[in-house]
């Protein structure tokens, strides 16, 4: 089984990943990019992660089994343990998120509620919290029915009606009544323990189960798509609208590989496409907020003057220097260190930055169900960008796959380009600026006789990964998903089954199958492997795209969840989880292959 057989709970503010134990082993307080206080997802092989702590575990006396579900269309998890004395304990975990005083209550805080089922449950507690990434253990202090875990730079309490000396000494107890532990900020809970888990319980299945019923969701995989919808909504910081590419750091790409980098930060490609893939099923609340982000940092740009290269990715309030640096205390994911904090591709130039920016920001000006004032100002905000893509279409780029030591003339940086200038085209006829649209069409269409006389290999007849190149990548699937090329294109046909033939592993892709700064891949990007789903099922191969579709949704864990990649021939998932754009992926073809519900009963 998968070590990232792990489900996730959140409430656009704090998430935690819970495993097969029910277990917490990974959580950072207090929001998404912090220092992980359950860290042990990362402390090392079991004995050593045992050792060093990290986790908050519900240890059941002679367990036999753990079976868990979410409670249907919500965040809120279920773990049910039997012991071997045919006992029973239900842990239902889940972080508060619900409508409270005209405000989304979302406090940084997990509430995990205990509740005998069956027989007398014993258990030992153990919550073992570390801080400034693994190296600390905290320092204590107690109240009567509280604890305080003490860091340098933050302090944590977890408030409980059950004996906070046996949580404290580890002592094993029998459950023979409800009890809840409230985990977060240090702040006292004013009100009853029990009653105020059970409310916030029953106001955050509700609250879910209401936005659940707002999607529009497709006939088929109805289950999978929901699943990745909350998922996608979970990675939302609310407070800002940032949406981050994971929620871990470090989780490497295949077994014994360097490539392991932090995600917990806004990736403006990764979130245009989140947003999108929210946008098909209908909900709009994620699409406004992170419109707001985008806005902002367009405000920033233009401050700016825009004399430097806008950053590919920010950080979850916009921050915009992330520098890379390691945590030595923990030694890894299953030991495969370094443990990395920050990411240095935040001063790499990505040039598919200013098309996912205006393609983000562009989507205000048709959707009717967006009141947004000042259209004016943003237009002229992206139309900055816009001349920023004119300059830097053809130029040298690290691309969208963020190769540290080579740059080229990515085909996709250079299209996200000519996107951007054509949206500004499209957006200046709604706005009735006709020589706007005219200025921006011209642009659109110099770009695009460039793009096509110089990634476009008559030689193989296919377009090619980079300006005057010979070698294939996956992003050439998405020219039609961008308006590029049509889909009966005889050229993008034909790149379609190239990538296929080159790329394929199995079920899945690789990214590109040429050396890059650290060797050859040796797993497959879930991604790929969507976008390639779409592709065949936009050239006419429908029933070829849903076999392949069904076989990729066999390679989610146990929770309906993926990582960033997956051994193609194993299936076992590896990388940064859960991963945006695996889910994005499965929503897209999901929503593309679907029957429609009319024809469907």
Not at 441 to 449: C, H, I, S, T, V
Not at 565 to 570: F, P, Q
Request: aromatic share 10%.
């Amino acid at each position: 089984m998968s070590s990232l057989d792990l489900a996730v709970i959140g409430n656009c503010t704090i998430a935690a990943l819970i495993d097969r134990r029910a277990r917490i082993v990974w959580s950072c307080f207090p929001r998404f990019d912090a220092d992980p206080v359950f860290c042990r997802l990362l402390a090392g092989e079991e004995a050593q992660a045992e050792a060093m702590g990290g986790d908050f575990t519900v240890e059941l006396d002679g367990m036999v089994s753990c079976t868990q579900s979410y409670v249907e269309n919500t965040a809120v998890l279920v773990s049910v343990m039997q012991d071997e004395r045919g006992g029973a304990l239900e842990i239902t975990d889940f972080a508060p998120r619900f409508n409270h005083y005209d405000r989304t209550f979302r406090p940084p805080q997990i509430v995990r509620r205990l509740r005998p089922l069956r027989g007398r449950p014993r258990v030992r507690i153990r919550l073992r919290p570390r801080f400034d990434w693994g190296a600390r253990a905290p320092d204590h202090t107690r109240g009567s029915n509280h604890l305080r875990f003490v860091g340098p730079h933050q302090t944590l309490r977890v408030t409980t009606d059950a004996s906070v000396s046996y949580v404290m000494e580890g002592t094993p107890f029998v459950v023979d009544r409800p009890i809840s532990f409230f985990f977060g900020e240090d702040e006292p809970l004013r009100s009853e323990t029990d009653a105020t888990a059970r409310q916030f319980l029953e106001n955050t299945v509700g609250y879910w189960q209401d936005w659940v019923r707002s999607l529009s969701v497709p006939f088929d995989w109805q289950e999978a798509v929901i699943r990745a919808a909350i998922t996608l909504k979970l990675c939302n910081y609310e407070e800002t609208g940032a949406i981050v590419a994971a929620l871990t750091t470090s989780v490497p790409e295949a077994p014994g590989t360097p490539r392991n980098w932090d995600y917990r930060y806004c990736w403006l490609r990764d979130a245009y496409f989140v947003i999108q893939a929210l946008n098909r099923l209908g909900t709009t609340r994620t699409m406004e907020d992170y419109l707001a982000y985008i806005a902002n940092i367009v405000d920033d740009a233009e401050a700016a003057g825009l004399s430097e290269d806008l950053p590919p990715l920010f950080g979850i309030t916009r921050q915009a220097d992330l520098e890379e640096r390691f945590a030595p205390a923990l030694p890894g994911y299953r030991g495969m260190g370094p443990v990395r904090v920050g990411n240095a591709a935040y001063t790499q130039v990505q040039n598919d930055v200013y098309g996912a920016v205006v393609l983000a920001g562009a989507h205000v000006f048709f959707d009717k169900r967006l009141i947004r004032p000042g259209l004016a100002a943003l237009f002229d905000h992206l139309e900055r960008l816009g001349r920023r893509a004119a300059k830097v279409f053809d130029q040298p780029d690290a691309g969208p796959w963020e190769l540290r030591t080579k740059a080229s003339v990515h085909t996709f940086s250079a299209v996200m380009c000519w996107a951007a200038c054509d949206r500004l085209a499209r957006v200046a006829a709604v706005m009735g600026r006709e020589d706007r649209r005219e200025v921006w069409q011209a642009e659109a269409d110099r770009q695009r006789a460039v793009i096509e006389a110089r990634a476009f290999n008559p030689a193989l007849g296919t377009f090619v990964s980079t300006f005057d190149g010979a070698d294939l990548d996956a992003t050439l699937l998405l020219l039609q998903e961008l308006n590029f090329v049509e889909a009966r294109d005889r050229r993008f046909v034909a790149t379609v089954e190239a990538v296929g033939q080159k790329l394929a592993r199995g079920d899945l892709l690789l990214r590109y199958d040429v050396e890059d700064d650290f060797g050859h891949m040796s797993t497959a990007f879930m991604i790929c492997g969507f976008w390639y789903v779409d592709a065949l099922a936009a050239i006419g191969r429908r029933e070829e795209a849903k076999a392949q579709f069904e076989r990729i949704l066999e390679k989610r864990n146990s929770f309906g969840l993926f990582s960033e990649d997956a051994d193609y021939e194993t299936g076992e998932l590896w990388g940064n989880f859960p991963q945006t754009y695996s889910m994005v992926g499965l929503i897209n073809a999901a929503v593309r292959l679907t029957r429609s519900w009319e024809d469907a009963y």
